[in-house]
């Protein structure tokens, strides 16, 4: 199993991008802290290390140097606040792999996980199909039937989190998390207009509610 390192001193933001690579089948462990981080990554083998560089002991910079000068190779996807760019070019001068901007939603955070691991083509697909509907995540095209129909950013990527999970029943929160990311606001009902747009454009008969669970895309 793909093993990922968090370094993550927020909880919530930890939390969130643990849960979500769970689902997805990587075992996850966190760490809080810049010497916690350097210990679980010289002492443990991982695959991926996602660091935050706003650290309250050592911070995310000094941890990437000192796991490049130990010779660790391992891929590393900094997590940077959206006006830091000087920190940003320092960290991929000093050997990080990739870096996602704060506040993200955790699609694209799953996609450059992917990315960075270089995962073979079965694994991460250029497609994704379910009964009438197929999503070419390349060219961002929906088509139902063969027909294609026009989507939104917000709704392609819903309806990508349903075909990623066919026929398994998704959560108001989980749809929330993957598609909204971590400030997404539990009391909105964006989720339930988000599925009405996509019923509309894709047919009722798709995305199914299952009462007091979520939403299962039925195709």
Do not use: C
């Not at 910079?61 to 000087?86: F, K, M, N, Y």
């Not at 250029?126 to 063969?146: M, N």
């Amino acid at each position: 199993m793909t093993r990922v390192l968090i370094v993550e001193d927020e909880a919530r933001i930890a939390s969130f991008i643990s849960k979500g690579l769970r689902a997805e089948g990587y075992a996850t462990t966190v760490a809080k802290d810049g010497a916690a981080a350097l210990v679980s990554a010289t002492s443990d083998p991982f695959d991926l290390i996602v660091l935050d560089l706003g650290l309250p002991d050592l911070d995310g910079l000094e941890v990437l140097r000192r796991l490049r000068r130990s010779g660790t190779g391992v891929p590393v996807l900094i997590l940077t606040a959206r006006d830091g760019v000087d920190a940003t070019v320092t960290g991929l001068d000093q050997g990080a792999d990739d870096y996602i901007t704060k506040p993200f939603v955790f699609e694209e955070l799953l996609a450059r996980v992917r990315a960075r691991l270089r995962e073979p083509r079965s694994a991460d697909p250029g497609a994704l199909s379910a009964g009438p509907v197929t999503l070419d995540l390349r060219t961002r095209r929906a088509t139902v039937d063969g027909h294609e129909v026009e989507l939104t950013a917000r709704e392609f990527a819903l309806l990508e989190a349903f075909l990623r999970h066919p026929g398994q029943v998704l959560s108001r929160e989980q749809l929330l998390s993957h598609v909204w990311g971590y400030d997404h606001d539990p009391g909105s009902n964006v989720v339930e207009v988000y599925v009405g747009y996509l019923r509309r454009k894709l047919g009722d008969q798709l995305i199914g509610t299952v009462r007091g669970m979520g939403y299962r895309f039925a195709g």
